[in-house]
């Protein structure tokens, strides 16, 4: 079965961080590049960090530069988000997507991130 898999979305205070991994099943993410989009009510879906098949190259919205991190993790078969310092308007689902160079592309089903007091 072929499936992505968000996980590590909750509430958290300004300030706080979370890790946010997306997990794969029966593909290698090693030969996909990775993006992590967030959609918050009312706005449309934004891309806030990539990285490439190789983990070579990496991507960061002006919004989120400084404070997110991604990397992979090999062994797991994941690709992490770390997001620390978060602000109340990170709020929103957190979508990871796989795309290979045939643009062959997976998404999984979101995760909720909420920033508030």
């Known amino acids: 079965q072929t499936q992505l898999v968000e996980s590590g979305g909750g509430l958290v205070q300004p300030g706080g961080s979370l890790r946010l991994s997306c997990a794969a099943s029966?593909?290698?993410?090693?030969?996909?590049?990775i993006s992590w989009l967030r959609q918050a009510p009312g706005k449309e879906r934004e891309r806030v960090s990539c990285?490439?098949?190789?983990?070579?190259?990496?991507f960061y919205a002006d919004s989120v530069k400084g404070r997110f991190a991604v990397s992979r993790d090999g062994a797991k078969n994941t690709v992490n988000l770390q997001m620390n310092t978060l602000k109340p308007e990170d709020t929103a689902v957190y979508y990871c997507?796989?795309?290979?160079?045939?643009?062959?592309?997976?998404w999984g089903q979101g995760t909720q991130v909420t920033v508030s007091s």
């Open positions: 997507n796989a795309e290979n160079w045939s643009r062959l592309s997976y």
């Open positions: 029966g593909f290698s993410l090693g030969y996909y590049d």
């Open positions: 990285i490439s098949s190789s983990g070579g190259s990496t």
